[in-house]
Every structure is written in C-alpha cells, then in structure tokens.
C-alpha cells in the first residue's frame, strides 16, 4: 500500500471515529432529554456560554441587584462593562447625555464616562460589588477545585502566577481606585463629536480616518495613461 492510500484509510478512519462519537453524544443527549427531562440537559452539555451585560450609568442599586441574582441563577460565565461611547460607533453620535470627562483613559468599559444616577462612588461600588460576585462565581476556591491538577503543575514547576491569579480581584477592582482614576490629571482629551445627539446619522460619518479613494487602471484618464 502506498503512502497515498494509507493517508487516504488514515483520514477515513479518523473521520468516521469523529463522526460516530458526534452520533453517540447525539443519541446520549436525546436519551437525557427524553427520560429525564430537557432541563437536566444543560449538565451534560459540555458548551459553557458567556455572557456580556453592560451596565448602564443611569442604574441604581435595584438594578445591579437584580443582574446579581440573575448571574447566580445560571451556568453561563457572565461579565460586566460599563456602557461607553466609542468613537467610530453609533452611540457616539447618537448619545445625548453629556460626557463627564474627555480623559480618553477613561474609555475603557470600566469606568462610567456618561452622567450616573448613583453618585460616582456609590456607582463604582455596585458595580464592584456585582463584579465581586462574578468573580467568586467562577474564580478563587471555585476555580481551584476546577483546575487542581493543573494548579498543581505549575506549583511543582515553581510557577506561581496561575494561582496568585485566582485571588487578584481586589488588587485589580476597588472602588478607590476607580474614583482616583477620575482624580487625575489629565494627559490627552479626547474629540468631542461634532454632531451630537443625532437620532439619524449617516454611516459615513462613523469613521475616524475616512477611506481614500482608490485608483485603478480603468479610472484613469487615456491621456494621463498615455504619458506614462
């Protein structure tokens, strides 16, 4: 046989094994939805979602309550951001409210940019709070349980960042930090839209650095060809 045929029955075989494992989680899944119920389903699907909820600055503490009880309630990996309009996006020129600040650090979906209902630091401490409860949700003891063996790994290696990263969050998030981010000084501001609180706008408008014009061969004047 030669090495194009091996290849050949290697790839068939490889494709049916794959095949006939797709077809035996299939069945697996239909039999635990049949017998036991659609529910029971999600624990034996091995895709895990995410989730991105952003946090609007105009919430109060019910609101942040709720995506709290919401977030535990399911098995989705959920993270929050803050609202933040982007140059180059819609809501840059469609947002109406004014910005708090042109400090272009501050646009980084972290820090609240856009006037709060909450004052500044009652604000941030909802939202590090909430992002508290995600993090202990899928980080700390519970994400050692899920990765011992490879904690383990890199700690007989002498490596230490994996685990130390598990327990970063507060160096990470506070509330002092986020309102001392507003504190300083400012090193570059960023341009304000030129036309602000539009509800209709032209798609054009959106980019930062407009596309040229390009030239082919078919665009150019016979003379201006002939020349060259």
């Known amino acids: 046989m030669n090495l194009l045929h091996r290849l050949l029955s290697q790839s068939t075989v490889i494709f049916g094994a794959r095949l006939f494992g797709a077809g035996l ?16 389903l999600g624990d034996y699907i091995l895709v ?35 609202n933040t309009p982007y140059p180059g996006t819609e809501t840059w020129q469609t947002e109406s409210r004014k910005l708090q600040t042109r400090d272009y650090r501050l646009f980084d979906v972290q820090h609240a940019v856009l006037p709060t209902t909450l004052p500044l630091e009652k604000f941030y401490g909802e939202l590090v709070k909430t992002q508290q409860v995600l993090n202990m949700k899928h980080l700390g003891w519970n994400a050692l349980k899920g990765t011992f063996k490879i904690a ?28 001392r981010d507003h504190q300083q000084h400012v090193k570059y501001q960023i ?10 706008i032209n798609p054009s408008t959106l980019y930062i650095h407009h596309p040229e014009a390009v030239h082919t061969a078919s665009s150019v004047p016979r003379e201006a060809s002939a020349t060259t």
């Open 25 to 40: 989680t299939f069945v697996v899944q239909v039999a635990i939805a049949r017998f036991i119920g659609a529910q029971a």
């Open 152 to 179: 383990a790994k890199h700690l007989m290696n002498g490596q230490t960042n994996f685990v130390k990263m598990l327990w970063k969050f507060s160096n990470v998030y506070s509330v002092e930090r986020q309102v």
């Open 48 to 82: 895990m979602a995410a989730v991105n909820i952003i946090a609007d600055p105009s919430w109060d503490e019910s609101r942040y309550e709720v995506i709290r009880q919401w977030a535990l309630s399911v098995l989705a990996i959920v993270h929050l951001t803050v």
């Open 191 to 200: 341009s304000l839209p030129q036309h602000q609180g539009e509800k209709l």
